[in-house]
């Protein structure tokens, strides 16, 4: 099996660009050129209006989980920023994320606030299926390794390039180190359901433009393969960490996404969740199950 990889940031063509021995005096009137100005010279064109949000937005896949979304910006996400970014900044969408406080524990399958404890947002190119092993890694071992260490050990055995990591790899750094993983193609939400019960992690294949968008209508996953538009197919690996029924009208699906800055801990309707899920052909990869899947 081979999910498509996209690239919705390839830059457009806006033409040849202005002539740069006339430079427009910006206070004059419309049309007229100021034929004393310094054509070396930047216009001023005011304040900075576009915070600095990230070191790019790459949720990772590749051949299988690939090239991930590239919007065409480096959102630059610096160290002092952290992911809140309001409700929308430079086109990244502000999006909800669990609060054990809010949620009536006894209808909370899986332990999910105890998963935000470990989510990382990863840095390596199209290294989310990467991320998602770290992460789970880290959670049922406790032992955190390196994204840097992990993609050298990946890359090594083949299971990683620049491209990403194909579906058929994801899980083999976990088996690496010790977790036995279980891989499973057309899982069902019952499956799923038991992973997080028995205190197993769920690692699955996704659409990410699909979770991404709050209030994504799973009925229109038509559009075909168009490049980073929602039912193109699976371009993104997460972590499913649990699942909230506290509003029983309105569960929700929880997920450690490092491909996301506000992906520690993000909700996503179940409904919309299934709609992305499905695009993978519901590919589940089952770490620390005590039983078969």
């Known amino acids: 099996m081979s999910w498509d990889p996209y690239d919705p ?4 063509d806006f033409g040849p660009g202005p002539d740069p021995t006339t430079v ?10 100021d034929p004393f100005a310094d054509p070396t010279a930047v216009p001023d064109v005011g304040p900075d209006v576009g915070p600095d949000v990230g070191p790019g937005f790459d949720p990772g896949f590749g051949p299988g989980f690939g090239p991930g979304f590239d919007p065409g910006f480096d ?17 990244v969408p502000d999006l909800p994320n669990f609060d054990p406080a809010q949620s009536d524990p006894t209808a909370v399958l899986g332990n999910p606030g105890a998963a935000m404890d470990v989510w990382q947002q990863h840095t390596g190119e199209n290294a989310c299926a990467i991320g998602a092993q770290g992460m789970v890694l880290e959670y ?11 993609i050298d050990e990946a890359a090594s055995q083949g299971w990683y390039d620049a491209n990403g990591t194909a579906p058929a790899d994801v899980g083999n750094l976990l088996e690496l180190h010790g977790v036995p993983v279980q891989q499973v193609e057309g899982a069902s939400l ?3 359901e038991g992973v997080l019960a028995d ?3 769920a690692i699955v294949g996704l659409d990410a433009d699909e979770i991404w968008a709050p209030g994504h209508d799973p009925g229109d996953d038509t559009v075909g393969d168009a490049p980073g538009i929602p039912g193109q197919g699976a371009n993104h690996a997460v972590w499913v960490t649990g699942i909230d029924n506290s509003d029983p009208a309105n569960p929700m699906v929880v997920l450690n996404d490092s491909g996301h800055p506000d992906g520690q801990g993000l909700e996503v309707p179940l409904d919309e969740f299934m709609g992305a899920w499905q695009d993978s052909g519901n ?5 620390g199950a005590p039983r078969e899947v």
Do not use: C, M, N
């Open 9 to 12: 940031g390839a830059e457009p």
């Open 24 to 33: 427009e005096d910006p206070t004059a009137p419309p049309g007229i050129v």
């Open 75 to 91: 959102p630059g996400f610096g160290p002092d920023e952290g992911s809140d970014v309001g409700p929308s900044v430079g086109g």
């Open 140 to 150: 049922l071992t406790g032992q955190r390794v390196s994204e840097e260490q992990l």
């Open 190 to 192: 019952e499956q799923l």
């Open 199 to 201: 205190g197993g992690a």
């Open 283 to 287: 590919f589940l990869v089952a770490a």
